[in-house]
């Protein structure tokens, strides 16, 4: 590690639990490897997500924070990865991402919003079945494997400070969360169950055959439901059940 690199930890280090934690973090993980921005979210089972740091620009983070708390963030990867949970460390959203995630409506309609080139985070738990992910986007080229090497390597060092900076997340939660919305509405609430099931995995990003496998049923059965839906919602697409699923989320 460079003499200008352990400084820059040792500033992270030395601001643990403090404001200035996050943008010692941030200095230090861009002077390893250059990004663009860096967002930290904290979830926890079905309560709606924490935004606990951000660096965007104040006409970026409509759509980074604001937008996203507003329902996206449902079938996002990363929270959902976190809420599984998976183990602590360094994950692409590439590798999490369903296998239509980039054919699916989330990406088309939301994610793309965002223009981001990459993204990656950081994964660790915290007390209460808390987790915290530390993601670092990138808007003009992704990440090359040397990179990835390099922050991967570091990766047991940035999640034990993220573990140690957000071991009282838990009261943050009891302070400041919100229980996670449920789908509903007029046409919503005609949809069964299962159906709101196939929803919820079709707009995530997963296909017939991956949503069979994750529900225990065959990809027939999937494409059935899937007419049914857009029968009963009387449309014709997945950016229309996007659309429905955005005005139907109630608190």
């Known amino acids: ?17 403090s404001t200035g934690f996050c943008p010692a973090l941030s200095s230090w993980l861009r002077g390893v490897v250059p990004y663009t921005f860096t967002v930290a979210f904290g979830y926890r089972g079905e309560d709606k997500p924490l935004d606990l740091f951000d660096d965007f620009p104040a006409h970026r983070r409509q759509v980074f924070v604001s937008d996203y708390l507003e329902g996206p963030y449902l079938l996002d990867p990363f929270c959902q990865a976190a809420i599984r949970p998976v183990a602590s460390g360094l994950y692409q959203l590439r590798t999490l991402a369903p296998d239509r995630f980039y054919q699916g409506e989330y990406f088309r ?42 922050l991967g390597d570091l990766a047991p060092v940035v999640t034990a400070l993220m573990r140690r900076h957000w071991a009282g997340l838990e009261a943050e939660f009891a302070t400041r969360s919100a229980p996670r919305p449920t789908l509903s509405g007029e046409r919503l609430d005609r949809l069964t169950l299962r159906e709101r099931e196939i929803v919820d995995w079709v707009l995530k990003g997963y296909s017939a055959e991956a949503t069979g496998q994750e529900l225990g049923i065959a990809p027939g059965t999937v494409r059935i439901h899937r007419r049914n839906i857009y029968a009963k919602l009387g449309i014709s697409s997945q950016r229309e059940l996007f659309a429905h699923f955005l005005a139907g989320i109630a608190p």
């Open 1 to 17: 590690m460079r003499p200008d690199h352990a400084a820059e930890l040792a500033a992270a280090i030395s601001a643990l639990g």
């Open 109 to 150: 309609s939301y994610y793309q919003r965002t223009e981001i080139a990459e993204e990656i985070g950081f994964f660790a738990e915290a007390p209460g079945n808390c987790h915290v992910v530390l993601s670092l986007m990138r808007e003009e080229k992704p990440f090359t494997r040397p990179e990835l090497r390099r």
